[in-house]
């Protein structure tokens, strides 16, 4: 009876998989419990099990000790379950009130009542620390802020329960200190929370106990107090993980990249690169850290030919690349993993070989007086997945089937095959699981001993710290300190990408 | 069948045959609570479309600039536009082939090609002004495309009335050196119209395949069609690539003008409103889902629909209208092909 949530031995099998196969999920009343996995391990479909959205094989579902049937997600909200969804369910042009009740207004002779509903709301938000103004609009407030809508959204309608998935994907780092605080909260206001994720260092901090799911299966329930990440990690990923990034002392040689006062527009015409410098060394790793739109997106569209410079130069191996077509950009050497690998990356209705040639498609051998050569294009990429180790049916599958790890993977075939003198990583391994950031960081590595420049733009501290050689901070467009990854914290780094200054002697 | 369901290019085809089907059926639920006889009227109506020779031999007439208008669409749409203005590119391509074939006088050899090609250029003119207008300065397609229809049918009456009047509405009749149209092809249907047009929609439809899924250009038509911030993250041109589909795709419509100016009629009409056929060739597209071999198919039906549609009066004493009614209804049910995928899915599910 001490259990408000026991999920006994579901069974969901969808046609071809078992996706959750004999998993137990006990949470206790007053707990921030850890659903922890891989992608595509099953942790989302035992949530949707929970919130109604489908049904299980077998198995039975108990809140507060009572068996119950969760046929549809209102049955779910009756019984207290909320879910924060990963991708915002929000109104852009309604003010968070009128998100918020949407679809349980509460009406009197047919007309809503907004000024008690705001008066509730600011009253919850009071209560949880949450902060929201009920009267702003979704599309003014920031990402984190629209989060905890989406809090505020379950807690209005009772929710005792409260499911994150992923909450922390689209946070910066600040806010995800926030979010921790609010969590921390709901727990001593009474409510039960059920984090997924995999990130493990959020469960270190936050969680009491974690269930580890792998491939459908339920590993383990650990208490997080006697655990470790190496352990966790291994629980998930089913052997050993090395989270420290291993690679030998970099032998920097000639400067691939140089960049010197370097102006660029963003697109209300604003300088989000400001007059920057920065070197880039072949067999070195430089690392970017900064807080999301300091001008890291506009500096990395500006050197691939995706933005205008207004001014400064760009160049490669001593030949300027400044302002030249994408194209005559990426023959010059440069491969660009890119931030966004739906909108940029990858073309998902085309199959993983025509992804493969996205740049390299009207060369030889892929293609010959403007014909295609299908059969040679589909051996590149047949012999790319399997040394890059894609998972996927075949070279013809289209590469929206493919789960966002080897999505990436994929991309980061094409871009290193290709052997650029430059490799521009930015946000590698975001929404990816523990075994293939470990895969892509020992690439990047891979790529820096072969001799070639890297430039990787993260705004995770961790990969950041991990990976590079040198680390650039940037701040308001501009690089205000480079540091030596060995000689920093984390502490330090957050103050610079704050606008603060090194303390380079003393204080402690 | 559970392999062939889970099948998406077996899903692709399905989807407009069940459309199709359920369109007639749907016919065939209107005709009888307006106490028509439906065996009698399909039975008419089938009569119409192949029973004869010179059924089938309008049947193939009637589909051939089915075809080209289907494939214009269909080549837009994969560039990920939508070309609403095959109606004006068919009608400045009649009226080309018209004047080419009135005005000069050479060997057939030559003449049928060169004013198949002027036709063709003619269309694409058209198409290019939209495309030129979308990549430079982000006008939308559709507007423009509109709006070239109008001008496309009146500026064609009017260079009729000015340089080519024969009088009655009517422009001066093609040399025979310019003409589609064959006695061999009349005699072996019962003297249709049936003329030579059917061989370059199908070229037509083969080069529009072969421009898309075999060429570097067709890579890029594509790519830019789903996704036009990875084209520009892949160095692709994506203005140039805008407007060069809007062009292609204007000729096809060029070219299904010039069926009607060189085979079907030999001159052309001072319009007082739209043929319809460039329309159609979004229905067209739509029911073929955009490819070569569909549109073949979907042309055939449809053509073949039009063509029967007065036997069926005729004969079953159904009004011809019905025929509008099944043609939308068939688009309906592709348009709501979620319901019909949703179906089968369902369907795949409890068979397990």
């Known amino acids: ?508 | 069948m559970q392999k062939l369901l889970k099948n998406e290019k077996f899903m692709n085809a399905l989807v407009p045959i069940c459309s199709a089907l359920l369109g007639l059926l749907a016919g065939a639920i209107i005709m009888l609570i307006s106490n028509y006889d439906p065996v009698k009227g399909y039975g008419a109506l089938l009569d119409g479309i192949i029973g004869r020779p010179k059924a089938i031999g309008e049947t193939i007439r009637a589909m051939t600039p089915l075809i080209l208008a289907g494939l214009a669409v269909a080549f837009a749409y994969k560039a990920g536009l939508f070309n609403i203005g095959v109606e004006g590119q068919l009608l400045v391509g009649w009226f080309a082939s018209v004047w080419v074939g009135y005005a000069l006088k050479l060997p057939t050899i030559v003449h049928v090609p060169l004013a198949i090609l002027v036709a063709a250029i003619a269309g694409g003119i058209w198409g290019l002004v939209p495309g030129l207008l979308k990549a430079r300065f982000k006008v939308h397609e559709v507007i423009v495309t509109i709006m070239m229809n109008y001008i496309a049918l009146y500026i064609t009456g009017d260079l009729i009335k000015r340089y080519l009047y024969a009088g009655n509405e009517k422009s001066y009749s093609i040399q025979k050196s310019a003409s589609l149209s064959s006695q061999l092809l009349a005699s072996l249907t019962e003297n249709s119209r049936l003329h030579f047009g059917i061989v370059v929609a199908l070229i037509a439809a083969i080069i529009m395949w072969f421009i898309l899924e075999k060429t570097t250009k067709g890579y890029e038509l594509r790519s830019v069609g789903i996704n036009q911030h990875a084209s520009m993250y892949a160095g692709m041109n994506v203005s140039r690539n805008i407007v060069l589909s809007m062009t292609i795709s204007g000729a096809f419509g060029g070219l299904a003008g010039a069926m009607e100016g060189l085979g079907t009629f030999g001159n052309m009409n001072v319009l007082s409103s739209f043929t319809g056929t460039g329309f159609d060739g979004i229905a067209v597209a739509l029911l073929g889902a955009n490819t070569s071999i569909g549109i073949i198919l979907a042309a055939a039906l449809f053509g073949g629909l039009k063509t029967a549609a007065p036997e069926m009066n005729f004969v079953a004493r159904v009004p011809s209208e019905l025929i509008d009614i099944i043609i939308s209804l068939i688009i309906f049910f592709v348009a709501s092909s979620y319901l019909i995928r949703w179906i089968f899915s369902r369907f795949s599910k409890e068979g397990e």
């Open chain 1, 1 to 508: 009876m001490d259990y408000v949530i026991e999920m006994n031995n579901i069974r969901k099998e969808f046609p071809g998989i078992v996706a959750n196969d004999n998993i137990t999920l006990q949470v206790k009343k007053g707990e921030i419990h850890a659903l922890l996995g891989e992608n595509g391990a099953g942790k989302s479909t035992l949530m949707n099990v929970l919130f109604g959205l489908y049904q299980p094989e077998k198995g039975e579902i108990k809140v507060k000790g009572q068996p119950v049937k969760i046929t549809d997600p209102n049955v779910a909200n009756r019984l207290g379950i909320g879910m924060v969804h990963q991708h915002f369910m929000l109104v852009q042009n309604f003010t968070v009130t009128e998100n918020i009740i949407l679809g349980s207004e509460p009406t009197a002779k047919g007309k809503i009542n907004i000024a008690k509903a705001t008066k509730e709301i600011e009253e919850l938000s009071n209560r949880y620390g949450l902060a929201v103004d009920p009267n702003a609009k979704i599309e003014d407030i920031s990402v984190g802020m629209q989060q905890r809508v989406e809090i505020l959204k379950t807690l209005f309608r009772g929710a005792e329960i409260l499911i994150f998935d992923e909450p922390t994907a689209a946070l910066t780092p600040q806010e995800i200190k926030e979010l921790i605080q609010i969590m921390k909260k709901l727990i001593q206001e009474g409510k039960s929370i059920i984090l997924i994720t995999h990130k493990l260092k959020e469960i270190m901090e936050v969680c009491d106990r974690c269930t580890v799911i792998r491939k459908g299966k339920g590993i383990d329930t650990v208490i997080v107090s006697e655990t470790n990440p190496n352990e966790l990690a291994a629980l998930m990923v089913g052997r050993e993980v090395d989270f420290e990034v291993v690679k030998k002392e970099p032998q920097p040689k000639d400067p691939v990249l140089d960049i010197r006062e370097l102006v660029v527009l963003d697109p209300r015409n604003i300088p989000a690169v400001n007059g920057l410098d920065l070197t880039v060394r072949a067999g070195e790793i430089v690392g970017i850290a900064g807080v999301d739109g300091n001008g890291q997106t506009e500096l990395i569209e500006a050197i691939t030919g995706l933005r205008k410079a207004k001014s400064g130069t760009i160049h490669l191996n001593g030949r300027s690349i400044t302002n030249l077509p994408v194209r005559k950009i990426t023959e010059s050497g440069i491969g660009h993993i890119p931030q966004d690998r739906h909108k940029h990356g990858l073309v998902l209705d085309f199959s993983i070989g025509e992804n493969i040639v996205l740049q390299t498609y009207y060369q030889k051998p892929y293609s010959k007086s403007g014909i295609l050569n299908y059969k040679s294009i589909y051996q590149k990429a047949k012999s790319l997945i399997k040394e890059f180790d894609v998972r996927t049916p075949s070279e013809y599958t289209p590469a929206r089937a493919l789960s966002g790890g080897n999505q990436q993977k994929a991309i980061i075939a094409r871009e290193v095959d290709r052997s650029p003198e430059l490799l521009i990583a930015a946000q590698p391994t975001r929404g990816l699981d523990v075994g293939a950031i470990e895969f892509i960081h020992s690439k990047l590595v891979e790529e820096r001993d072969k001799g070639r420049a890297v430039l990787l733009v993260s705004l995770e501290l961790d990969e950041v710290m991990n990976v590079s050689d040198r680390i650039a901070v940037i701040y308001e467009g501009k690089i205000v300190d480079i540091v030596n990854p060995k000689e920093t914290n984390e502490q330090e780094l957050g103050l610079l990408m704050a606008g603060g200054k090194r303390e380079r002697e003393g204080g402690s």
